[in-house]
C-alpha cells in the first residue's frame, strides 16, 4: 500500500492504530490487552520499524482529515503544530526531548503536502524512543479529529483513506 509513493504493509498500519488507540483509551484498560495482542503480533511480523513507518502513514492520513497538504492554510498549520508540540511535551514520562524536532518536521512536512512515510525514511535512522513520540502525536492529532468532527471521525477519515490506498 502507498501514500504518494512510500510503501508501508497495511497490517503495520493496523498495529500502528491499535497502538494509538491503547494511548486514546487509558480510561478503558479493559480493551488494552486484545489490541496490545495485535501490536506484538504485528510487531513480530513486520518489525518495529515498520510499525513506525505505519504510524507516520497514519499521521498522514489525520494531518490530511484536519487540512494538512492544503494550499494557503500556514497560520492554522503553524498553530496547530506549535499547540500539538506543547501536549506531545506534557507526555514527559513517555516521550524524550530530543525526539520532539523530528515530530515537528514530520508534521509540517505533511502540512507542506509531502508523504511522511518517504521524508522521514530519507532523513536517516529511527531512534528506538522516536516511535513513542510519533504515536504519542498520532493520538492527539485523532483526538482533535474527534473533538472537532465528532466521536470516531477519525477512525472513519483512516479507514477510508486505508481502503483507497489498498485499491
Keep these: 500500500m502507498t501514500m504518494s509513493g512510500a510503501q508501508v504493509q497495511v497490517g503495520a498500519v493496523q498495529a500502528a492504530w491499535d497502538q494509538a488507540s491503547i494511548l486514546r483509551s487509558l480510561d478503558q484498560p479493559s480493551a488494552w490487552p486484545a489490541l496490545s495482542e495485535r501490536v506484538a503480533t504485528a ?10 513507518r505505519g504510524t507516520l502513514w497514519l499521521i498522514g492520513g489525520a494531518l490530511h482529515l484536519v487540512g494538512g497538504g492544503r494550499l494557503g492554510g500556514e ?21 524524550e526531548p530530543s525526539d520532539l524536532p523530528m515530530v515537528r518536521r514530520v508534521v509540517t512536512a505533511v502540512f507542506d503536502g509531502r508523504d511522511p512515510v518517504a521524508w522521514r525514511d530519507s532523513a536517516g535512522p529511527v531512534p528506538d524512543s522516536e516511535p513513542r513520540a510519533m504515536t504519542c502525536a498520532l493520538a492527539l492529532i485523532a483526538d482533535f479529529v474527534d473533538h472537532v468532527d465528532g466521536p470516531g471521525a477519525a477512525e472513519r477519515g483512516l479507514l477510508s483513506a486505508l481502503s483507497r490506498a489498498i485499491d
Design 43 to 52: 510487531a513480530a511480523l513486520y518489525g518495529a520499524e515498520e510499525l513506525s
Design 75 to 95: 497560520g492554522f498549520a503553524e498553530q496547530f503544530t506549535r499547540t500539538l508540540m506543547d501536549k506531545i511535551g506534557q507526555w514527559g514520562d513517555v516521550v
